[in-house]
Nanobody
Framework: QVHLVESGGGLVQAGDSLRLSCAAS????????KAWFRQAPGKEREFVAA??????????LYADSVKGRFTISRDNAKNTVYLQMNSLKPEDTAVYFC????????????????WGQGTQVTVSS
């Protein structure tokens, strides 16, 4: 069982940056594909970004809406995955969730096995 805890959310202004962190309890977290999803009020949860494990090359995938602004990365020694968010927009306001799965990158939320509790990101205009 993998326990995920997100942190780093907050209230920022448009154009600002934030870095989200997701720490895992599992020492083999490095072997998982890690992803970030988000859910805005009244909307379905949507894929944001994902990164494969080291042995798969650490490949990344981004939603078109965040490409060029967000960067997903990992620190295997700390069992942590990050989401660096730059040039934030009001439409980025959402609860951000960390997720993990044993196999490769997919964008469907139901294909991820482990989830964090979420961290709120609010971007004011």
């Amino acid at each position: 069982q993998v326990h995920l805890v997100e942190s780093g959310g907050g209230l920022v202004q448009a154009g600002d940056s934030l870095r989200l962190s997701c720490a895992a309890s599992e020492r083999t977290f490095s072997t998982y594909t890690k992803a970030w999803f988000r859910q805005a009020p009244g909307k379905e949860r949507e894929f944001v970004a994902a990164i494969t494990n080291s042995w798969s090359g650490g490949n990344t995938l981004y939603a078109d809406s965040v490409k060029g602004r967000f960067t997903i990365s990992r620190d295997n020694a700390k069992n942590t995955v990050y989401l660096q968010m730059n040039s934030l927009k009001p439409e980025d306001t959402a609860v951000y969730f960390c997720a993990a799965r044993r196999n490769g990158i997919v964008t469907g939320e139901f294909l991820y096995d482990y989830w964090g509790q979420g961290t709120q990101v609010t971007v004011s205009s």
